[in-house]
């Protein structure tokens, strides 16, 4: 245990709730700052909707994090240039630190031209839509009956099994600008949507760009077994939908009809270049066009910049890929741009640190290294007593709640979380949530009055 101080966390996803969970066990108080109403972030908005174990599993973790005493919650806070409150809001409340922990929210894009064609989408935005997450969840994705999705991830994954099994799309390609041993999503992952496989396709895909695997030393015929390797052969594809690849393709322009909407997507044929133990992808110069109605970028996320950070979301100082050992300082201080030097008391982890990187794991253990950091940053700040540091606490969380009055604390959650489980319940979903806003604090308002009737009859 260390001297307690006062430390404000913006963002309840996994990096900012275990985050939260080790400087709480350090003795710290920690005022805990999410935009959602409901806590868990990419866990519980970004994971698919069936994976009901997983979520719960990481549901009961987050619940024994916002049960520690020394931690408050506030849901419902938007801390934005153009929110409710702003970073230098926050950090005029006193704390000893602060923790921005608040994700990728902003949008990556590849600048095509036609990326406002009707029928163009970013995954984060449609994978955020069915998990129900305001105001996503309330958004109409027109989803034609062709759609290429861009990137070869597990979120490529994520919205393939989404349009396969739950739009019923009849053809979906994934579109990738290097080969298929660069493919970067888990088999474990891809066994929902194997049975989609068009094997015919894939083999003649791979004959296609055989030469150009060859001429960097990779086996065609055995990159073909490996991707198909779940897939049964002879078997027609579950649904009806079927999916492809289109490997060595590079996005270049949206095409859309008279109307606006997207008819197609050129790409660029790339060749491999090797770089060590690595590729890349160079540009031939040749086109075509893909036959699509819907385009879905799956290229990953970046900071959002109003979120008010002095970086464009990818200036961090870090050294993401340091492995063991003591967490270095430089690797989660925000470092202000014209003097050079960090900024006194300003921390990311997770995404706010370096966008799409890794999963739930991951983010487990950024949290806890940006924690270390913290801590040991701590030790060369006067601490408060005991009484002072909880009354730190107490006031800031007073003081946000009169600047934010619809904001949600923990035990609002509870109430919410319990309404939700009856009404799914009812309806046979275990995944079952209210997709707006107001309907949250709706039920959040009814559940909490019912309550005070029961405790005034009581009495």
């Known amino acids: 245990m260390t001297d307690p101080h006062l430390v404000l966390v913006v963002g309840a996803g996994p990096a900012g709730l275990f985050a939260t969970k080790k400087l709480a066990e350090s003795g710290q108080r920690v005022l805990l700052l999410n935009r959602d109403v409901k806590p868990g972030g990419l866990a519980e908005y970004g994971i698919f909707p069936t994976k009901h174990t997983m979520k719960e599993g990481l549901r009961k973790q987050f619940r024994k994090v916002l049960a520690l005493p020394n931690v408050r919650y506030l849901g419902n806070v938007r801390v934005h240039t153009e929110g409710d409150l702003r970073l230098e809001d926050l950090r005029a409340l006193g704390a000893s630190a602060l923790v921005v922990a608040a994700g990728a929210q902003g949008t990556k894009s590849l600048g095509l031209p036609g990326e406002e064609a009707e029928g163009v989408f970013h995954a984060k935005d449609l994978v955020y839509h069915y998990n129900g997450l305001p105001p996503f969840s309330e958004r109409d994705f027109p989803i034609g009956e062709r759609c290429a999705v861009v990137g070869i991830g597990n979120v490529m994954v994520d919205v393939a099994n989404y349009l396969v099994h739950f739009r019923k799309v009849k053809e979906l390609v994934a579109v990738a600008r290097r080969g298929p041993a660069e493919r970067a999503y888990d088999r474990k992952e891809f066994k929902v949507v194997a049975p989609n496989l068009d094997r015919e396709a894939l083999a003649a895909e791979i004959g296609r760009i055989a030469s150009r695997l060859e001429a960097v030393g990779q086996d065609p015929n055995a990159l073909l077994e490996r991707i198909a390797e ?39 044929e790339t060749r491999l270049v090797a770089k060590g133990d690595s590729t890349s992808a160079k540009g031939t110069g040749e086109t075509s066009v893909l036959d699509v109605d819907t385009v879905i970028f799956a290229i990953g996320d970046r900071v959002d910049p109003a979120l008010g950070l002095p970086v464009d979301g990818s200036a961090y100082r870090t050294n993401p890929d340091r492995r063991g050992g003591t967490p270095d ?32 794991g991951k983010a487990r253990q950024d949290g806890d290294n940006g924690a270390q950091v913290v801590l040991r940053y701590l030790e060369g700040v006067p601490a408060l007593s005991e009484k002072e540091a909880d009354a730190a606490l107490a006031s800031a969380e007073r003081r946000l709640r009169e600047k934010v009055p619809d904001a949600v604390p923990r035990e609002a959650i509870v109430l919410l979380e319990a309404a939700e489980d009856e009404e799914g319940e009812r309806r046979g979903d275990p995944e079952f949530k209210w997709g707006r806003n107001e309907e949250m604090l709706g039920v959040i308002a009814a559940r909490s009055a019912t309550g005070t009737r029961r405790r005034d009859a009581a009495s």
């Open 230 to 268: 779940d897939t049964p052969p002879g078997v027609f594809p579950e649904g009806g939908t079927r999916l492809l690849f289109r490997f060595l393709a590079s996005p270049k322009r949206v095409l859309a009809d008279e109307r606006g909407r997207v008819r197609g997507l050129e790409v660029e």
């Open 329 to 360: 300082p430089a690797d989660y201080e925000v470092y202000d741009e014209p003097s050079g030097g960090p900024i006194e008391g300003l921390f990311v982890v997770g995404w706010s640190r370096k966008a799409s990187e890794g999963l739930v």
